[in-house]
């Protein structure tokens, strides 16, 4: 039986969301603020956590990283107010599953945590019969617009050689997907491709955890462990968000750099190490090596070879692509026939900035997938790419009726003349007059 946490400072609010949920045979436990949310998520893990914005002590998205630097994977929906949507996008940027806003009705909140849980159940049972085969698949690096076109080309010139590589772009922009392809690329393919998130290590587990420690180096330390650089060794070895990484991290990472050997906490002698270095970051790194933040000699150690990926919002002609691409995957992986997409999704897909990028568009259509059937609809789409065109369509309406009340009123309330200015019969803009309650 899934286990659902609601976490609001409502008390109202939470009884109200528990007995629903338990009226759908769900184990639901509450908490008030986010300091009690944490302490009840490492009593027990639950499967998905309702997560309220504004909390009292530490707001929504202080909770969440919490949440996520102790339980990445943990599916997490944000509740918000309409007068706060971009914090709850930028909480999807951080990790989050996805938003509700507030007021929503009973049926809304029980629809978004049955798919969310749906999708976690496939998702745990593709993982486990990858598993199971030995099988690892990799999304290609998806795009024909001119600046996909240059990143491709870069990844075959640099792709041949051990030269360090710094992968720049925005979250959600396909850094890892590239770096995939790079060793995929390299005459390192059949050996190791180790990924390490430095934004959701403990600072306390870095040093250990790259470069590896002897027994008894620390309190805890049981057993001898290798650090990642050596189950990289003869492969790649991809350092995600490096702009985390603390300063005497970094001075130990560019000694590793530049001798090829690590040294275990703990250890004596040195250890020779031969794998490649990938690095990833969503930061401005020069501007940090400005302020002190960041080492001038491991930046340009880094520095050497740039691949920039471009946001979404700026090559919008891969976006009918990588939907179709995501199509075929999420037919496949959730047992699906989906055949296309509707006109108006279509238009909805296209008018979206996608703040999160490849990696929202991804998640968007997994949702659509989902909710479909035979054709993606717009009302198939998550709900925010819908209330963009609710405020789009409301804007325009609002424009329409600005032009004709202003034609109207430079001729005098002349109906026939108007309509011959705005290109309009006389009956449509009788209907419109009505439509609008315009009044002389």
């Avoid at 639901?28 to 302490?39: F, L, N, Q, S, T």
């Avoid at 919490?66 to 997490?76: A, G, S, T």
Wanted: some cysteine.
């Amino acid at each position: 039986m899934k286990n659902i946490l609601i976490v609001d400072d409502e008390k109202d609010f939470r009884g109200l969301a528990s007995e629903i949920l338990k009226e759908q045979k769900y184990i639901v436990r509450e908490a008030g603020d986010g300091e009690e949310a944490i302490r009840k998520i490492k009593e027990k893990t639950p499967s998905l956590v309702l997560l309220d914005l504004k909390l009292p002590g530490i707001d929504g998205l202080e909770t969440l990283k919490r949440i996520h630097k102790e339980n990445p994977e943990l599916l997490v929906i944000i509740l918000t107010g309409y007068g706060d949507i971009k914090s709850a996008v930028r909480a999807t940027k951080l990790g989050a599953y996805n938003y509700l806003i507030k007021p929503f009705n009973n049926e809304e909140m029980v629809l978004e945590i049955k798919k969310a849980l749906q999708t976690l159940e496939l998702k745990e049972k593709l993982t486990e019969l990858k598993v199971r085969l030995g099988e690892e698949v990799y999304q290609p690096l998806i795009g024909n617009s001119p600046s996909m076109q240059k990143i491709h080309k870069l990844i075959k010139q640099v792709s041949g050689y051990d030269t360090p590589i710094l992968l720049q772009g925005e979250t959600g922009t396909g850094k890892e997907v590239a770096a995939h392809l790079i060793h995929q690329e390299s005459r390192r393919k059949n050996k190791s491709f180790i990924t390490v998130d430095c934004a959701s290590l403990p600072e306390s587990l870095v040093e250990s955890e790259l470069f590896g420690h002897e027994k008894g180096a620390f309190t805890g330390a049981d057993n001898k462990k290798s650090g990642r650089f050596e189950l990289a060794e003869g492969g790649t070895l991809f350092l995600d968000e490096i702009g985390n990484l603390s300063s005497s991290i970094q001075t130990k990472l560019l000694r590793v750099l530049e001798q090829k050997e690590v040294q275990h906490l703990g250890g004596e002698r040195p250890i020779k190490v031969d794998a490649r270095l990938i690095a990833a970051t969503n930061q401005n790194l020069r501007e940090k090596v400005k302020k002190g933040s960041f080492r001038r000699d491991l930046y340009h150690r880094l520095n050497t070879f740039v691949i920039t990926l471009s946001p979404l919002r700026e090559r919008k002609e891969d976006i009918l692509l990588l939907s179709n691409y995501f199509l075929e995957h999420f037919n496949r992986e959730l047992g699906k026939r989906i055949r296309n997409f509707s006109s108006e999704a279509i238009e909805m897909l296209l008018k979206y900035s996608w703040p999160g990028n490849v990696r929202e568009l991804k998640n968007s259509i997994e949702h659509s997938v989902i909710l479909a059937n035979k054709v993606i609809l717009s009302q198939n789409l998550p709900a925010f790419l819908r209330r963009e065109k609710r405020t789009e369509n409301k804007n325009l309406r609002e424009k329409e009726k600005d032009v004709i009340k202003k034609i109207l009123i430079e001729t005098s309330w002349e109906r026939k003349r108007s309509a011959e200015i705005l290109g309009i019969s006389r009956k449509t803009l009788y209907n419109k007059i009505k439509k609008y309650n315009l009044k002389a």
